[in-house]
């Protein structure tokens, strides 16, 4: 049974940082593409960043270049997400993704797993 658990969430204020983690369960995580989705109240759901299996290559939504860059341990199953310099309009559930696809991608109905999702709330 195949799980990822999004930790790291919570509320700051404008300017702060937050780290978010992906604990990955039940896949062969170092095959899988990871990517990070927000999803606003009353929007629908964003990419925001995706690294490849390898760690070697990443794409990130223009929105947040600059300001978040994502990671992995494949040696602990685990993604990251650190998020520098937080707007209030990065307030959102934030969603963790394993994609199976060999390209790295944007498109939230190619990811094959999905976590809970973590709650990120920024105060201007």
């Known amino acids: 049974q195949v799980q990822l658990v999004e930790s790291g969430g919570g509320l700051v204020q404008a300017g702060d940082s937050l780290r978010l983690s992906c604990a990955a369960s039940g896949l062969t995580f170092n095959t899988y593409n990871m990517g990070w989705f927000r999803q606003a109240p009353g929007k629908e759901r964003e990419f925001v960043a995706t690294?490849?299996?390898?760690?070697?290559?990443?794409y990130y939504a223009d929105s947040v270049k600059g300001r978040f860059t994502i990671s992995r341990d494949n040696a602990k199953n685990t993604a990251y997400l650190q998020m520098n310099s937080l707007k209030p309009e990065d307030t959102a559930v934030y969603y963790c993704?394993?994609?199976?696809?060999?390209?790295?991608?944007?498109?939230?109905?190619?990811?094959?797993?999905w976590g809970q999702g973590t709650q990120v709330t920024v105060s201007s």
């Open positions: 690294i490849r299996w390898t760690g070697g290559r990443t």
């Open positions: 993704a394993a994609d199976r696809t060999m390209a790295l991608t944007t498109n939230p109905q190619t990811y094959d797993y």
